[in-house]
């Protein structure tokens, strides 16, 4: 069975082993992480400095899922909005070797249900590059639905082109 509970630093000694080379780990963090590989050290710097800042109290939820074998998932929540109505889901990652066996469409089941029915938000956004089919079919297996843009975004990662597609799912749409 899966839970959902905070990140605590221990969590890291298991997360940055699950991006094996800089590509899988560029489609994890984009670019907010420096330089691959990360560190448990730095994760942690990044994540308590992060929560420790007074602008971002309250703000910023870095979540781990588990199960009895330890932790499974990972995922970071932010409001991006002053009236903490819109929350939006980054750095989504599941263990590789985990990975096909639907512990990320859970995992995000149960961040949708702490952001709708806890943290009552209106809507839950996210990013996914185009060149991660896998983490975009999960997104879509959770609920999220395309957006449509105005103007593309554009990341150069690993020497490359990356697009970045948005997508979300509004209270409305929310099946708890």
């Not at 994760?43 to 499974?72: H, I, L, Q, R, W």
């Not at 983490?135 to 395309?146: L, N, R, S």
Request: with cysteine; charged share 35%; net charge negative.
């Amino acid at each position: 069975m899966l839970r959902l509970r905070p990140y605590k630093n221990c969590d890291a000694k298991a997360i940055v082993t699950w991006c094996k080379d800089e590509v899988s780990f560029r489609k994890w963090s984009s670019d907010r992480w420096e330089s691959y590989p990360l560190t448990e050290d730095v994760m942690n710097e990044k994540y308590f400095d992060y929560n420790g800042d007074c602008e971002e109290e309250d703000n910023f939820y870095p979540m781990t899922a588990f199960d009895e074998s330890g932790a499974v998932g990972h995922l970071i929540m932010r409001f991006t909005d002053e009236k903490k109505t819109i929350l939006r889901f980054g750095f989504v990652i599941v263990d590789d070797s985990k990975r096909g066996m639907r512990y990320g469409k859970e995992m995000l089941q149960l961040a949708l249900k702490y952001a709708f029915e806890i943290l009552r938000v209106e809507k839950v956004t996210l990013g996914v590059f185009d060149n991660n089919m896998p983490a975009y079919y999960c997104y879509k297996a959770a609920g999220f639905k395309d957006v449509k843009l105005d103007k593309e975004i554009i990341l150069e990662l690993c020497g490359e082109q990356w697009k970045i597609w948005e997508l979300e799912i509004e209270e409305k749409d929310y099946e708890s």
